[in-house]
């Protein structure tokens, strides 16, 4: 795991890369998602990502994790869920990040 071991932008902290889905729910003539996983979308649940975090963290010392999906934010329930999720096990002061389409950000990500 040392091998795959990143660290987290900005803080210089030992980090992770998360996947919580597969597939694209678009089709971008650019992008090799179809290709890969074909026409399917699915995510993963908020437990099961936030059990992986929780794994790498206290497996390998992990300090962080950057969300590596270009479709993380396109539905704000699911990004709220794995935000209660880390709460609810205390880890909602662990830092993280993504990588996501900027198309795929809704206004009301950020705010109420």
Same mark, same amino acid.
């Given at each position: 795991?040392?091998?795959?071991r990143?660290?987290? /932008?900005?803080?210089?902290?030992?980090a992770h890369v *998360?996947?919580t #889905?597969?597939?694209?729910?678009? @089709?971008?003539?650019?992008c !090799?998602?179809?290709?890969?996983?074909?026409?399917?979308?699915?995510?993963?649940?908020?437990?099961?990502?936030?059990?992986?975090v929780?794994?790498?963290? /206290?497996?390998?010392?992990?300090?962080?994790?950057? *969300?590596?999906? #270009?479709?993380?934010?396109?539905? @704000?329930?699911?990004?709220? !869920?794995?935000c209660a999720?880390?709460?609810?096990?205390?880890?909602?002061?662990?830092?993280?990040?993504?990588?996501?389409?900027?198309?795929a950000?809704?206004?009301?990500?950020?705010?109420?």
């Amino acid at each position: 795991m040392e091998k795959y071991r990143q660290e987290l /932008e900005f803080i210089n902290r030992p980090a992770h890369v *998360i996947l919580t #889905s597969r597939g694209c729910p678009f @089709r971008c003539a650019f992008c !090799s998602a179809r290709l890969l996983w074909g026409n399917r979308y699915a995510v993963r649940s908020a437990q099961n990502v936030i059990d992986e975090v929780q794994y790498l963290s /206290e497996r390998y010392a992990i300090q962080g994790f950057t *969300i590596f999906d #270009s479709t993380f934010t396109v539905s @704000r329930k699911y990004v709220l !869920s794995i935000c209660a999720e880390l709460k609810k096990r205390g880890l909602d002061g662990f830092p993280w990040g993504h990588k996501i389409r900027a198309d795929a950000v809704a206004p009301s990500c950020f705010g109420k």
